[in-house]
């Protein structure tokens, strides 16, 4: 069997024993028995539970941008192209529950090198998201338009709305992917398509009580 | 000088140094030095580093639910609620950039226990937001009711989007508390007061492209 094949393998079983056990409790002989080889050879592929770790991070993190970026196709409407993304990120998710606990919990806990691969692919959709959330506000044409920070700013909360709202998805029973994708498109549309209208809500003003 | 307000010193100071330097980068020679005690002294009061930062995460914990809680006044409108949430959320985590530093990434960074310390929290203020939003729905007199899980489901939005906003806003120079506030709720009252008034966001039928 090619090497390259092998690798895959030991990281399917990596990325399963790491979501569902957590790092710390991940031993390297179980992730070889589950991939079929010996120890050894893991660690001749992969060098240390920590390479492995950091290689599962970055597969399933490629794996998961690419994901959403082939839900979309930019030249249809702005809201649809929200939609295709939200629903294959939560589909991705709900398929991939152990790759989305590396992602979103194992490796934001287990120290900072970890927690920097994992801040990488997130910058890497907070920009797809805000160019998306640009392009919209460009195409309800309004005047003036959505301030920049505003734009930035609606793009980090939708991520985190999405982040949150998986992680939650995927602990509790019943709730399918495209029951979340549509709770969010429904809390992140209206609102965000309200704004596009130029329909504000608006604080009351300071100091009332 | 009396035990506790000595304990306070030490926490003021340590929540600083973690918030500033991160965890592992902190030292108890430094901490010691920023709360003008002797490092024995601080070992004596909190036992170890990990105790420390421990003791940190439930103090700024309870701090920051606390501020939530005392901003809204359950007398208001459902909508004038969720604003002086928001606004006592990001006032709090924007005077206190180290202690949200603490809770948002730190504890979150370095094993599970001090997540779990963090969770715990988490877990507090979705249960707030989630009984705001299900106030907000009965208002509304919707016929049928808002599903217990989509109810569920948009608390969890409304967090994760607040804490990913609080880091954004931290991190963003010009961003100013009442902003981060005021975009998040534009962002989210629209969409959910539209889900109030049964004004959903309807996807396209399956299997279209």
Redesign the interface.
């Known amino acids: 069997m090619p090497r390259a094949v092998r690798e895959q393998q030991m990281l399917d079983a990596a990325v399963q024993i790491f979501g569902q056990r957590?790092y710390?409790a991940a031993s390297m002989d179980e992730i070889a028995e589950l991939a079929g080889v010996s120890k050894p050879l893991v660690y001749l592929y992969l060098n240390s539970k920590e390479d492995l770790f950091t290689a599962c991070i970055r597969r399933e993190a490629t794996a998961l941008t690419r994901a959403v970026r082939a839900g979309v196709r930019t030249d249809l409407p702005a809201?649809?192209q929200l939609?295709d993304g939200l629903r294959a990120f939560f589909q991705h998710t709900a398929e991939h529950p152990d790759a989305w606990s590396v992602l979103h919990l194992q490796a934001?806990?287990?120290?900072?090198p970890f927690?920097a691969e994992a801040a990488a692919m997130r910058t890497e959709i907070v920009s797809f998201v805000t160019r998306l959330v640009a392009v919209a506000a460009r195409e309800a044409h309004r005047d003036p338009d959505l301030p920049e920070?505003?734009v930035?700013?609606?793009a980090?909360?939708?991520?985190?709305?999405?982040?949150?709202?998986a992680?939650?998805?995927n602990t509790?029973p019943?709730?399918t992917a495209r029951?979340?994708a549509?709770?969010?498109?429904?809390?992140?549309?209206?609102?965000?398509?309200?704004?596009m209208r130029g329909?504000?809500?608006t604080?009351?003003p300071e100091g009332v009580v």
Not at 156 to 165: D, I, K, M, T
Not at 182 to 195: D, E, I, R, V, Y
């Open positions: 957590g710390m809201d649809r939609w934001r806990t287990h120290g900072e927690a920070h505003e930035a700013g609606l980090e909360a939708l991520v985190g709305a999405a982040e949150s709202l992680a939650w998805a509790t019943g709730v029951q979340a549509s709770t969010l498109m429904n809390f992140a549309w209206s609102g965000l398509g309200a704004l329909r504000r809500w604080p009351p």
